[in-house]
């Protein structure tokens, strides 16, 4: 009777119908949707090279090799109208890199400080951080790059009579010009110098930190660091003679000479990319502030610690675990917005590209090369900000 009972389920399991199996019909789902894939990807490829094939284009990135043609306006490389389509692509993908970086660091510092600004006891400094956040928030991000370019750095006065600012630097309506330094012979000590005091200044922050865990006593880091970085290139600086000199800008009748210039166009952009970012930047900090327990704050202050050390040591660290993640779709964002640059003519990677797709045609490989540049741009933001997200994650003893 034992037997009959342990093999009846047996029987009925058998019995039944092999689709109401939930392995097999989860088999079955995912073999169609692959099929539908896999055949939807083949029609689009076929469509794409059978109209290429009638409009007489031919496919394929050798055009790269072939002469631009053209000039860029700012590029921190060589480049030419004789330069290769390949080096132009190069000169767009550097430039959105330069903003990409420059917008995220500069976004960052004006977000932190609006954040724990709109937390402040401060009337005037909290109303003032709320308005900020207020008017940057709700303007599309191409108008606040259209207000910089046309209503700010283009009422500047002409070049002849660009506003002269302290250290040789000069303002005006063709953007800013500022002394270029020369390396001589000898520059590479002080460069070297600098390698040093960054790779000492990590090793001592990181010895701090453990022996900070280790007896709880802290160590002047900033000072610490601040003194390696600068300090340390300047003595080298000074003892190889000054080995750096400065080609100077000067204020001509017509026009600047000398030096170098940074365009209105990417003063906009960056300018524009900043402010904007920060605003969002600033209301993740301070959510991430709000997220710590007021009983931290208040056991730092029985303690006599001071309320600015408080922030800084105490509130800050841990809210940082609450304001990475979404900080990180802030940078990707900021990263994704520099494509607006062609807007207002700066030579970013789409506005060179755009510019290589109307005279080649070769519009798909210029679309595919935007694709994977902003996708690979995105990933890698992604990967260091994880890795930075899990090293300041707590850890469990």
């Not at 009422?155 to 250290?167: E, S, T, W, Y």
């Not at 010009?177 to 000898?186: C, N």
């Amino acid at each position: 009777m034992a037997i009959g009972v342990t093999n009846a389920p047996e029987r009925s399991r058998s019995s039944g119908s092999i689709i109401n199996d939930p392995q097999v019909r989860g088999v079955f789902y995912q073999a169609i949707t692959i099929i539908i894939l896999a055949a939807l990807i083949y029609w689009i490829v076929d469509n794409t090279v059978d109209n290429l094939r009638r409009a007489n284009i031919a496919s394929g990135y050798d055009f790269v090799r072939s002469r631009a043609g053209f000039d860029v306006g700012q590029s921190l490389i060589s480049f030419t109208s004789d330069s290769t389509y390949g080096r132009a692509l190069l000169v767009g993908f550097i430039n959105t890199l330069l903003v990409a970086i420059t917008g995220i660091i500069t976004a960052t510092i004006i977000g932190f400080i609006v954040g724990i600004g709109r937390l402040s006891h401060n009337w005037i400094i909290a109303k003032l951080s709320l308005a900020y956040v207020e008017v940057f928030r709700n303007i599309p991000p191409l108008l606040v790059i259209f207000f910089w370019y046309s209503g700010v750095l283009s009422i500047l006065p002409q070049a002849r009579d660009a506003l002269a600012l302290p250290f040789d630097i000069f303002l005006s309506n063709r953007g800013v010009a500022f002394p270029r330094p020369i390396a001589e012979e000898g520059a590479e000590y002080t460069l070297l110098a600098f390698v040093i005091a960054v790779a000492a200044s990590v090793f001592f922050a990181r010895y701090a930190r453990q022996r900070q865990l280790a007896t709880g006593e802290r160590l002047p880091v900033l000072w610490t660091v601040l003194g390696l970085i600068i300090g340390l290139p300047l003595v080298t600086f000074l003892v190889t003679g000054a080995p750096i000199t400065f080609d100077i800008p000067v204020a001509g009748k017509f026009n600047l000479t000398g030096g170098s210039v940074v365009g209105p166009e990417f003063m906009s952009l960056f300018l524009a990319l900043s402010f904007y970012t920060a605003a969002f930047i600033a209301e993740i900090v301070r959510a991430g502030i709000r997220g710590v327990s007021k009983g931290q704050t208040e056991a730092a202050h029985a303690l006599g610690i001071r309320p600015a050390l408080t922030t800084r040591l105490v509130v800050v660290p841990q809210a940082m675990r609450i304001i990475i993640p979404p900080l990180t779709s802030q940078y990707l964002n900021l990263t994704k917005n520099s494509s607006l640059a062609v807007a207002i003519g700066y030579a970013d990677l789409v506005a060179v590209g755009g510019t290589i797709l109307n005279q080649t045609g070769q519009s798909i490989e210029i679309v595919s090369i935007w694709l994977i540049v902003y996708l690979s741009l995105s990933l890698a933001t992604s990967l260091f900000m994880n890795w930075y997200n899990a090293r300041m994650a707590l850890v469990e003893r």
